[in-house]
């Protein structure tokens, strides 16, 4: 069998650390990128190759997301009540191609999508990014993951079913049996809740939620199988808890203090601001059909000033950031405005794109494999209809999109 190459000709490139100082030519072979250079295309090796003149254009890294709920369109609405159950799955076919439209060619998904939506995806049956499965959420009885009702009723978000079994566990021998459960189902990393959150109506985002050894164990059964843990972590003692006993990403970070900004830079841990989440609430909020309850409305408004100012002190002292929107409570295919937010926190433009590339591709396993333009790396770019040279173009990111590649495919020929 003949493998074809494609040769991205003469572009200003973004290699997922830096833009290169002159105009390069990106190499797929295949699904793996064979080279990146100033007339890198020009070997002999390549004379066969398709070209893609990139005169005036921007060649980026295939982009990730590592915060999104494929399953999910309107969490904290009386929406998940009122529809039938397998509706989620038809969504997230939706939701999944939407989010590779934006660039997005790999992704973590929170807590919702199955490993039989993974293996769509990887097999072809539908389009979208490559993810990386948490399967459910964890979270102890009345955390921000237990979906009961002030009423009595239990929210079918997220509910358990065949290939997602329920995320609810307290104590240290229920969590362990827990985390095996998630990790037999498939879960690529471990998602749990160690404080409460805005979408949840009955906690609080500044309150810890499960213990430390209950974190620990939690942590000890991922790695154990070569898996990590994320911590849906708001407030400041809940995020150290995570921190302190070995979690590696905590998202969101919104009540972050001077400890918990020091833990991070001596754990080397990730934060993952999923800035748009809070502002995407509020929006929803201000057309009056959003279904979010009262109590929901007033967090999010509660929250959003302070979550961007513990974001820009983060960034600030060099925490490691890395992009993740949290779409699914924002809308599939918008994800690309976090890169926005991020700028607006004190990020320069390498910055902001390193954390939607090589940073978050720290995190999506096998390591070494996506994140970058680089040989041997998986063949995903994107391709820009202009030269991306200033933060201020980001907010007209998603419109400058013309090609998506993933794997050494362009995902939506013309």
Same mark, same amino acid.
């Given at each position: ?16 650390? +830096? ?9 797929? !072979? %295949? ?62 076919? +939706? ?7 934006? %660039? ?19 097999? %072809?049956?539908?389009?979208?990014? +490559? ?79 499960? !213990? ?20 849906? $972590? ?56 959003? %279904? ?29 950031? $890395? ?50 333009? $680089? ?33 050494? +495919? ?5």
């Amino acid at each position: 069998m003949t493998v074809t190459s494609t040769v991205f000709r003469n572009a200003h490139v973004f290699n997922g650390e +830096r833009f290169l100082a002159e105009p390069a030519d990106v190499v797929f !072979t %295949g699904n793996i990128i064979a080279a990146v250079g100033a007339h890198a295309g020009s070997d002999p090796e390549f004379a066969n190759a398709t070209v893609i003149d990139c005169s005036g254009k921007t060649v980026l890294p295939g982009l990730i997301d590592l915060h999104i709920h494929a399953t999910t369109s309107n969490p904290g609405s009386l929406q998940a009540f009122t529809e039938p159950f397998s509706l989620q799955f038809y969504e997230s076919v +939706r939701n999944l191609e939407s989010t590779l439209r934006a %660039g997005i060619t790999s992704a973590r998904d929170a807590g919702g999508a199955d490993l039989g939506t993974k293996l769509a995806v990887d097999s %072809g049956l539908i389009k979208g990014p +490559r993810l990386r499965l948490a399967i459910s959420i964890m979270s102890q009885t009345g955390g921000h993951a237990d979906f009961w009702q002030p009423s009595g009723v239990e929210s079918p978000t997220m509910g358990p079913h065949p290939g997602r079994p329920s995320g609810i566990a307290d104590g240290v021998e229920e969590v362990r049996k827990v985390t095996r459960r998630m990790l037999r189902a498939g879960a690529d990393q471990i998602k749990i809740c160690s404080t409460g959150g805005v979408l949840s109506p009955t906690d609080d985002p500044r309150h810890s939620q499960f !213990t430390q050894a209950e974190i620990r164990v939690i942590v000890e059964e991922a790695e154990a199988q070569g898996k990590y843990v994320m911590a849906h $972590a708001q407030g400041a003692a809940g995020i150290k808890n995570a921190l302190r006993m070995g979690v590696r990403t905590i998202e969101h970070g919104i009540y972050l203090d001077d400890e918990a900004i020091a833990l991070f830079l001596e754990k080397k841990a990730y934060l993952v601001p999923t800035l748009a989440a809070p502002e995407a609430v509020i929006r929803k909020a201000a057309t009056g059909t959003s %279904g979010l309850s009262p109590q929901v409305i007033a967090k999010a408004h509660q929250v959003i000033d302070i979550h961007r100012e513990s974001i820009r002190r983060a960034v600030s002292a060099g925490v490691r950031i $890395a992009m993740g929107t949290d779409s699914g409570v924002g809308v599939h295919g918008e994800n690309l405005d976090e890169l926005a937010l991020l700028a607006n926190a004190g990020m320069t433009l390498e910055q902001v794109l390193s954390a939607t590339t090589s940073v978050a591709g720290e995190l999506i396993t096998p390591v070494g494999s996506i994140g970058r333009l $680089a040989p041997t790396y998986l063949a995903d770019a994107v391709v820009l209809d202009a030269q991306l040279v200033s933060v201020d173009q980001l907010t007209s990111l998603r419109s400058m999109i013309s090609q998506v590649w993933k794997d050494g +495919r362009n995902q939506f020929p013309a």
